[in-house]
């Protein structure tokens, strides 16, 4: 079994930053890939950011120039750094760890862009 444990949401007026951290444990043995998703009130969950094995990255266009998505290997932490946040980018932001068994998910952390 595979744990994931997100941290690093909060509340934060428009225009500011916040860096989400996702920490991996348990059963982990060959990682595809890592991704961030989130998903708004009313709305279907939405693939935010995701990196490879291999390092490939990308982003959903919404995010693009203002979201960085890092992977520390050691550590088997994923990291999401939220730049100039806009209210649309509420949402509680999941964690999400592939491999070639499956795919785990963390429990989320609510982030809120208002002013």
């Known amino acids: 079994q595979v744990q994931l444990v997100e941290s690093g949401g909060g509340l934060v007026r428009p225009g500011g930053s916040l860096r989400l951290s996702c920490a991996a444990s348990g059963r982990i043995f060959s990682i595809n890939a890592m991704r961030w998703h989130r998903q708004a009130p009313g709305k279907e969950r939405e693939l935010v950011a995701s990196?490879?094995?291999?390092?490939?990255?990308n982003y959903a266009d919404s995010v693009k120039g203002r979201f960085t998505i890092s992977r520390d290997n050691a550590k088997n932490t994923m990291y999401l750094q939220m730049n100039s946040l806009k209210p649309e980018d509420t949402a509680v932001y999941y964690c999400?760890?592939?491999?070639?068994?499956?795919?785990?998910w963390g429990q989320g952390t609510q982030v809120t862009v208002s002013s």
């Open positions: 999400n760890l592939v491999q070639s068994y499956g795919s785990s």
């Open positions: 990196i490879t094995s291999s390092g490939s990255i």
